[in-house]
């Protein structure tokens, strides 16, 4: 499944676009729409085509590794934990 179709950003909303970003990856994870083991799109990738910058996109990630939702490794991505 392309996740990227699944998230829907509001720039005109009142709650920060890495807070929506991160909620909406975390609704995915937890009802298994993005299952363990799975890697999240790139960093780059995310934020083309949500059309948002990737400093944003990375404060949403790293939110999910503070957690222990993702885990991040250079070269092998943003991979999504066992619950």
């Excluded at 995915?28 to 790139?42: C, V, W, Y």
Aim: hydrophobic residues 35%; positive net charge; charged residues 20%.
């Amino acid at each position: 499944m392309d996740i990227l179709n699944q998230i829907q950003i509001h720039k005109g909303s009142s709650l920060p676009i890495n807070y929506q970003l991160c909620n909406q990856i975390k609704w995915l994870i937890f009802s298994e729409a993005i299952k363990a083991g799975e890697r999240l799109p790139t960093i780059r990738e995310a934020a083309e085509r949500l059309g948002i910058h990737m400093h944003t996109v990375r404060s949403a990630y790293h939110h999910l590794e503070r957690v222990g939702l993702v885990t991040t490794r250079p070269r092998e991505g943003t991979i999504v934990q066992p619950s």
